[in-house]
């Protein structure tokens, strides 16, 4: 049997206001959660500040790198938007008005304020790309080759990533299972070696915490086979009990 | 006069559950507040997964591009904790036990069912390396050089922090004001691009919303000079009220 392919992606985000500390991101949780349904796996995110050159270097990077980029932030109106510029310049294509663009920001704006020269700045896309449906809000999102170009706003991103549900080619998706323990960790880390190391195949995650005075810690078993996934659910708890520990499927 | 020398820093966060979507991470703004209030200026952000390969990647990139570089997870007691080995690996040096760090654990570790090999592991560090003090729990992060490994669970890094704070070498503070306004941002986009350009120094960000059914936007201007940072806050207010928009002092 050979192994299935398996389709990967980074994101670049870009911004600023993540660098300095002023804006909590969302998009790298929310999209690597969507990736994971569409069957690709987010390899390598890169944060990187509203700079031409850095852009471009992130870019290419990951465009080589990887099955998918995409990019969260720089595409509204204002003068430090400069994503479409640097990933066009990345690309070595000229930055054009795209004329479907145009018209729905026409139509957008028709009622609030009429379309203006900073308005205008959402139709530019580099060369040869189409676009992304938004519904949240005028501009759209932007697809050239391997790269998806989004909007820096986790909920207009929610309504692109909405419209490319199952447009692109992915593999088996990573399926996942928890099981969490009342137990430090450290006491138990030989059992998760090796419950990992006899059911190929798998990867564990430990995530230790610490609520109601107590420490614990939930176990992520990953796998791309639900029947491998149980298994070795299984084992992992069967050897808790059998240090005289509690297993919780699903996880505290 | 010349300019005052900008300190930088890159973050390397390691970790599955980051890539995955499972945990939302919180360090990357924690440490980039945290670092502003040091003068130095968090300038990357890379994401790479728990393979030794990726973070000794990362982090031979960034160490090398920037005055600091900051890791976090990986350095707990279980299989999947590799961030030591790796940056020991990138840096070509052996990893060793820290004297002091064993002694820590053994204490900590003294009314908790005693020092394990796994909880040892937590003593290991890149041969030359000094510790930071961690409050939270037994296991203390790491310096090497220019290179900060800290904890992923983000309130034992914001100890680290806090035991780091006032002891590496910074430049000026980036300070920042912020003018709000309930006013499309595609409509000032010139204000915005004027402003900045007539106040060399200064930064300007557009951060729109949209909040109780109205469009608005806070415009973040940073600057190392207070003073500048006042005028260019006030030029855009005065830039504002003469397109008959008012200007929110502090933001929205």
């Not at 070595?92 to 145009?102: L, M, Q, Y």
């Not at 989004?150 to 199952?166: F, K």
Request: proline share 4%; glycine share 12%.
């Amino acid at each position: 049997m050979t192994s299935p392919r398996i389709y990967t992606a980074a994101l670049a985000v870009i911004g600023d206001e993540i660098l300095s500390g002023r804006t909590q991101d969302k998009n790298i949780a929310q999209i690597a959660l969507w990736l994971n349904l569409q069957g690709i796996r987010l390899r390598e995110v890169r944060v990187v500040p509203d700079v031409e050159d850095e852009i471009v270097g992130a870019v290419n990077a990951l465009r080589a790198r990887y099955d998918y980029l995409f990019t969260t932030g720089g595409i509204g109106p204002t003068h430090d938007d400069i994503t479409v510029d640097a990933i066009a310049k990345a690309l070595g294509v000229d930055v054009v008005i795209h004329p479907e663009a145009s018209a729905l920001l026409n139509r957008y704006y028709e009622s609030r304020g009429g379309l203006n020269e900073a308005r205008l700045r959402m139709a530019r896309v580099p060369d040869g790309a189409d676009l992304i449906p938004n519904r949240m809000s005028g501009a759209p999102g932007i697809r050239h080759g391997n790269i998806f170009i989004m909007a820096g706003v986790p909920h207009i991103t929610a309504g692109m990533l909405d419209a490319l549900s199952g447009t692109l080619e992915g593999g088996l998706p990573l399926l996942s299972t928890t099981v969490g323990c009342w137990v430090p960790e450290s006491e138990i880390s030989e059992l998760l070696a090796s419950t990992e190391k006899a059911h190929e195949g798998t990867q564990i995650g430990s995530y230790p915490f610490f609520r109601e005075g107590k420490v614990g810690a939930n176990f992520v078993i990953r796998s791309t086979e639900q029947e491998l996934l149980d298994r070795c659910a299984l084992a992992l708890s069967d050897g808790l009990r059998a240090m005289g520990r509690e297993a919780v499927a699903g996880g505290i």
